[in-house]
Nanobody
Framework: QEQFVVSGGGLVQPGGSLRLSCAASGSIEDIFSMAWYRQAPGKQRELVAAITRGGTTNYADSVKGRFTISRDNAKNTVYLQMNSLKPEDTAVYYC???????WGQGTQVTVSS
């Protein structure tokens, strides 16, 4: 059973940046695709970004050009660099294998003046 601990969230002003980290309890090198999700109050959880073992990425249209996902398999860590943050990015962010069941603890990102 894999567990993922996310960190790096917080309060940031519009236009600011945050870098989220996702530390796995074990190896992630055999997980084909790692992904970041987010959920705002009253909304469904949505896929934000995903990255395969080979480095292929995809992003939600709402974050393209602003967010960058990366993974360091040796460190068992996935990152999400978030730039040009907007209030609509406010949500709890989660990280896990894409399509895998279950959810761990997320980190709150609040974008507000």
């Amino acid at each position: 059973q894999e567990q993922f601990v996310v960190s790096g969230g917080g309060l940031v002003q519009p236009g600011g940046s945050l870098r989220l980290s996702c530390a796995a309890s074990g190896s992630i090198e055999d997980i084909f695709s790692m992904a970041w999700y987010r959920q705002a109050p009253g909304k469904q959880r949505e896929l934000v970004a995903a990255i395969t073992r080979g480095g292929t990425t995809n992003y939600a249209d709402s974050v393209k050009g602003r967010f960058t996902i990366s993974r360091d398999n040796a460190k068992n860590t996935v990152y999400l660099q978030m730039n040009s943050l907007k209030p609509e990015d406010t949500a709890v962010y989660y990280c896990k294998g894409r399509g895998a069941p279950g959810w761990g603890q997320g980190t709150q990102v609040t974008v507000s003046s």
